[in-house]
């Protein structure tokens, strides 16, 4: 039978439970500002006030968490990405997985980050393609039974179609460049002011973490809540036209468009800031990061089509 070998933070640790700084192999580091740990007595940090234990901050230290896609990419790239995915929708379990204590990987994050910004929509677009030939194919091959279902038929098409046109939307190279604006928008501001929250210094990595994580969480609901918009507005725009200004309109269908997520991007980066990095006034400092963050994409938007508009 295999034994675990892995080393333990109680070989560590003296009988008071404190380090024994004589047997440790390396530097014990603060996790979320990097102040140098060693000697001290007391767990807790006295350059940002950071509070831990002792073993656990030890144990992250020689065994990472093996689930999450920055750890796991070299081995089981497909496996971590859908399961980092699926634990980034539900984020207080995330943060508890996922301790401040395990070091970011930077490399792995960006990765991620670009993976999910292009690779939704193409699953969107790829499936709904499928849909709308095997549709065809149905039509063409057994008539009768599709003209039977041709209220069904007809209903699946419009949602496929609407598919396609959402993925096509999001792998477009104009908009991939508008998340990842909106993305640095709001990593740069939370980097800003990492040493204004009281006492609270943080390293550029966590922030790094906490900003992907939390845009991560909230894409996917961005993007069922973009579906539905398309889709009604495919269903009932053109009747609503004659009967509603075209101005209420536009604005009604923007508002749509950038309310809900600016509040579900806000939503998901409140938990990392505060379950992870425990950073004071979370809420308005993830509000703040992404209203600026949507600022930013659309500035550098409109700066790309004055430089390129007329080319």
Request: proline share 7%; glycine share 8%.
């Amino acid at each position: 039978m295999a034994t675990n070998t892995a080393p333990s933070s109680a070989q560590y640790l003296n009988e008071r439970g404190t380090p024994d700084w004589d047997a440790l192999p390396f530097e014990i580091r603060c996790s979320r500002c990097g102040y140098n740990l060693r000697l001290l007595e007391q767990p807790r940090c006295p350059e940002c006030g950071l509070d831990f234990t002792w073993p656990d901050i030890i144990q992250h230290q020689l065994a990472h968490n093996g689930v999450i896609f920055e750890y796991r990419w070299r081995n089981r790239p497909v496996r971590s990405w859908f399961a980092t995915v699926w634990r980034c929708l539900f984020p207080t379990k995330l943060w508890r997985e996922l301790s401040i204590h395990d070091p970011p990987r930077v490399g792995p994050l960006l990765v991620f980050a670009i993976s999910i910004n292009l690779g939704p929509g193409g699953l969107l677009w790829g499936f709904g393609r499928l849909a709308i030939l095997g549709l065809r194919l149905w039509y063409k091959l057994w008539p009768s039974s599709a003209n039977q279902s041709e209220q069904l038929i007809q209903t699946i098409y419009g949602i496929m179609a609407v598919s396609v046109q959402l993925g096509r939307f999001l792998i477009h190279p104009v908009v991939s460049l508008f998340s990842f604006g909106a993305l640095a928008g709001a990593f740069f501001l939370v980097l800003g002011m990492r040493q204004t929250l009281g006492r609270c210094k943080v390293l550029a990595p966590q922030v790094l973490r906490s900003v992907i994580y939390g845009f991560v969480g909230a894409y996917p609901l961005i993007i069922l809540l973009n579906w539905a918009i398309q889709y009604l507005r495919r269903s009932y725009y053109l009747a609503l036209l004659p009967q509603v200004p075209l101005d209420l309109l536009f604005w009604t269908d923007f508002l749509l468009q950038h309310l809900p997520p600016l509040i579900l991007s806000s939503l998901y980066l409140r938990a990392a800031l505060r379950n992870y990095l425990r950073l004071p006034h979370a809420g308005a400092l993830a509000f703040s990061a992404w209203l600026v963050g949507i600022l930013f994409a659309w500035t550098m938007f409109f700066a790309i089509l004055l430089l390129f508009g007329n080319r």
